[in-house]
């Protein structure tokens, strides 16, 4: 008997020279064979149909549930927004350069001075409270711009004005155009 050491194993998958044709060759480790192919291609599609269908089955029940069915874009509209309460501007004609709201207690509360402009001009600041603009009385932020829009551009209005530190004061204030 000889010894198997000093002899080269044959690779998996090569016959030995002494055994010729004796069937096909074991390949205990090489890839499946292509005949399993068109099963595997045909399982993945059915896979891929099923997946697709369940989706759009998720997404019919879901606008069922939520009632948002039918064309996308939305179904109703948002009110349009409300115009900014906080403050009240003078129809175009005269204005003061101010921004205002309607005070705690009577009165508009300056929240803006522009700069430049005629309530800056006439020594407005923000937190002033105008209580007066010529002989009509101001109790509110509204008040106050039917007062200005009452008013001439370029005439001379007394203005009365309670600070924020308490102090009462008559300015003198020429409404200007707005443009």
């Given at each position: 008997m000889e010894?198997?050491?000093?002899?080269p194993k044959p690779m998996p998958g090569q016959n030995r020279e002494g055994e010729g044709g004796q069937g096909p060759v074991r390949r205990p480790h090489a890839a499946p064979r292509r005949g399993r192919r068109p099963r595997t291609l045909l399982l993945g599609l059915g896979a891929a149909a099923a997946l697709l269908?369940?989706?759009i089955a998720l997404g019919i029940a879901a606008t069922t549930l939520t009632g948002t069915g039918g064309p996308a874009g939305p179904t109703r509209q948002a009110p349009p927004p409300a115009p900014?309460?906080?403050t009240a501007a003078a129809p175009?004609?005269?204005?003061?350069?101010?921004?205002?709201?309607?005070?705690?207690?009577?009165?508009?509360?300056?929240?803006?001075?522009?700069?430049?402009?005629?309530?800056?001009?006439?020594?407005?600041?923000?937190?002033?409270?105008?209580?007066?603009?010529?002989?009509?009385?101001?109790d509110t932020a509204?008040?106050?711009?039917?007062?200005?829009?009452?008013?001439?551009p370029g005439r001379v209005v007394l203005l009365t004005v309670r600070h924020g530190s308490g102090a009462y004061q008559q300015l003198t204030v020429t409404p200007g155009l707005v443009t």
């Open positions: 010894p198997t050491v000093l002899r269908l369940c989706g900014a309460a906080p175009p004609g005269a204005a003061l350069g101010v921004e205002v709201a309607d005070g705690e207690k009577a009165g508009a509360l300056v929240v803006a001075v522009h700069v430049p402009g005629p309530g800056y001009t006439a020594g407005l600041v923000r937190g002033d409270l105008v209580l007066q603009l010529g002989a009509a009385r101001v509204a008040d106050l711009a039917r007062a200005v829009s009452r008013s001439r």
